[in-house]
């Protein structure tokens, strides 16, 4: 209620996120307008590649593995001058002029950012044994040449819940 989301909003952020959005949105009483939440590893790593090409109008996307939006604490709004104010006194940290449209929930919530590139490395080792790279969480070169060549359909082998493969 009050918030109208963008067709490419993934509508998912971390319950302390939500409860201090859900403040800032009765505390102000009009509808924001949102164009981005919670992304995932893929749209991350495509939106960076975009900003480095300078495609669609991309000015500024951070390297996949290390946005607040892949751990479900940012947002990007429209109108993000009017709601500044609001924001800030529920917790959001505005970004600032260089990327004006985005606000960090910055009062909780777990730092889950690099989870999601381990996941994809293990991904990755399970259907290429013979092309392993690191399972650090860490993005660089080597995971991005990887991330290029994913099949878009998924891996044929899934994940597993083996006592071996659980992160420490």
Request: charged share 20%.
């Given at each position: 209620?009050?918030?109208?989301?963008?067709?490419?909003?993934?509508?998912?952020?971390?319950?302390?996120?939500?409860?201090?959005?859900?403040?800032?949105?009765r505390?102000?009483?009009?509808?924001?307008?949102?164009?981005?939440?919670?992304?995932?590893?893929?749209?991350?790593?495509l939106?960076?590649?975009w900003?480095?090409?300078?495609?669609?109008?991309?000015?500024?996307?951070?390297?996949?593995?290390?946005?607040?939006?892949?751990?479900?604490?940012?947002?990007?709004?429209?109108?993000?001058?009017?709601?500044?104010?609001?924001?800030?006194?529920?917790?959001?940290?505005?970004?600032?002029?260089?990327?004006?449209?985005?606000?960090?929930?910055?009062?909780?919530?777990?730092?889950?950012?690099?989870?999601?590139?381990?996941?994809?490395?293990?991904?990755?080792?399970?259907?290429?044994?013979?092309?392993?790279?690191?399972?650090?969480?860490?993005?660089?070169?080597?995971?991005?040449?990887?991330?290029?060549?994913?099949?878009?359909?998924?891996?044929?082998?899934?994940?597993?819940?083996?006592?071996?493969?659980?992160?420490?």
């Open positions: 209620r009050g918030l109208n989301l963008g067709s490419a909003v993934m509508p998912y952020m971390q319950k302390p996120a939500v409860d201090a959005l859900k403040r800032a949105l505390a102000r009483g009009v509808t924001m307008f949102m164009n981005s939440a919670l992304r995932t590893l893929p749209q991350q790593f939106l960076y590649r900003f480095l090409l300078r495609r669609c109008g991309i000015s500024l996307a951070a390297p996949p593995g290390s946005s607040n939006h892949e751990s479900g604490l940012a947002i990007d709004i429209s109108h993000y001058s009017s709601w500044r104010n609001t924001l800030g006194n529920s917790g959001f940290r505005w970004l600032g002029g260089n990327d004006p449209v985005h606000f960090d929930y910055v009062r909780g919530g777990i730092d889950i950012r690099g989870l999601s590139v381990r996941a994809f490395q293990r991904l990755w080792n399970r259907n290429h044994p013979n092309d392993r790279i690191a399972e650090d969480g860490s993005y660089g070169s080597n995971t991005a040449s990887r991330l290029l060549r994913a099949p878009a359909s998924g891996f044929a082998i899934g994940p597993s819940c083996s006592s071996q493969e659980r992160p420490p």
